[in-house]
């Protein structure tokens, strides 16, 4: 792939990724409690596809530099490129 299509969809697959949810609220409207144990689960899952979204961001952020020549392009991600 050419570098200029490797910023466009790195860029348009940022611009669509959803903001982290917000975990503090997420417990004050679903609380942690012995008779809604789905609570838990569901906050547990929050948090792991907030750590999930994360990781899509941070990626995508530094393939975007490493074409722009910002930062080295690791082997990581120029696997991330094709």
Do not use: C
Not at 17 to 38: G, H, T
């Amino acid at each position: 792939k050419t570098d200029e299509t490797i910023l466009q969809t790195a860029t348009e697959i940022l611009n669509k990724l959803p903001q982290n949810f917000d975990l503090e609220e997420a417990q004050i409207k679903y609380p942690v409690d012995w008779s809604e144990s789905r609570n838990t689960v569901l906050l547990q899952e929050l948090a792991k596809f907030n750590n999930l979204i994360t990781l899509i961001r941070t990626s995508l952020r530094d393939v975007i530099r490493a074409v722009q020549g910002v930062v080295l392009m690791s082997e990581d991600l120029e696997h991330l490129g094709r």
